[in-house]
């Protein structure tokens, strides 16, 4: 049998590498972490060269410790991920993380394989704003290229006097603007291909966010047809097998009537995947590792009724989530800090009504997410 990779580098410190060295250490996978943050939560669960990603010496260090390397976080340069390309294998590919980066490319790539999004056009003065608002019509939402996160780096623009503002608070770098889109709700697709493209996709997932934050994810999506799921799949599918993806990916997706537009991508694990670690037979983590060191994939059915619930800003009383039916703990090790995720309770329960019933009584519990 051919020896398989069992040393995984991992660009990024933050708690999805943390999870990922936690289902990967089972398999007999090893990880080594590139993470410039001092005291990051992967500490502790394999070494980290603590140092920018874009030092030389650093990547190239850390090529020569790995036999692969993947990603936790997505604002990875992607010219990082290009030079270690040179030294050892990289999933899922540069080029998926580059488009990934950019709303522009990403929505240009979902158009041209025929999947909806939102009507954009590219914005780079108040002309150019103001002639995209005349196509586009309000509302509308003006968006950051590159660097948006929970909601960071967006404006809606409703009425005429909210063009300035929104212009002279993003104005600078390449903006974006998209029609407004008057979705139902919004859900998201996480899948995984191997390297010889075979491809699972998890049952879709519901999000509800606070404050432009996902506070609770519902698994499978409440009123998911057979119709919608085979849309979504279709969607990941496509968008997976253009870049030869190797990997966890996930689509945001905005649900119109019984259709779906798309409204970003993650090239790695996602927080609306987190409740696959206890809901789902293999987790979306166990899987990502799979897929990038070429192991067989695991099954992405799933097992129980789940509802994730983000504990963001501060914690609540951890004995009282420990006594709710169902509750399973994820603790990242961050310090409090407003809007800050610092772990996630996975209930898993025989049925949607009772580990709904559970998360509404953890809701009240939570403090709120900005203190
Ligand atoms: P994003 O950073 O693109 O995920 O956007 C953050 C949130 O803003 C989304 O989860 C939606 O609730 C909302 N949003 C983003 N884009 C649009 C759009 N084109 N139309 C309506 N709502 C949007």
Known sequence: MPDLPS??????G???????ALAGRPLGLDFQFLESTPDPPVSGLGPVLSADYDDPHALERLAALVDVVTYEFENVPVEAARALEAWVPVHPTPSALEMAQDRLTEKTEFRRLGIQTAPFRPVDSLDQLRTALSELGMPAVLKTRRFGYDGKGQAVIRQDSDVAPAWDTLGGVPLILEGFVDFERELSVVGVRGMDGEFRCYPLSENHHEQGILRVTRAPAPGLTPQLQAEGEAILRSVMESMDYVGVLAIELFQVGDHFRANEMAPRVHNSGHWTQDGASVSQFENHLRAVVGLPLGPTDQVRPSVMVNLLGD???LTEVLELPGAHLHLYGKAPRPGRKLG???IVTESTEASMATARRLLQMLPAPMG
């Open 7 to 12: 040393k995984v580098g991992i660009l990024g």
């Open 14 to 20: 933050g708690q999805l590498g943390r999870m990922l």
């Open 315 to 317: 914690l609540p009383d």
């Open 344 to 346: 996630h309770v996975n």
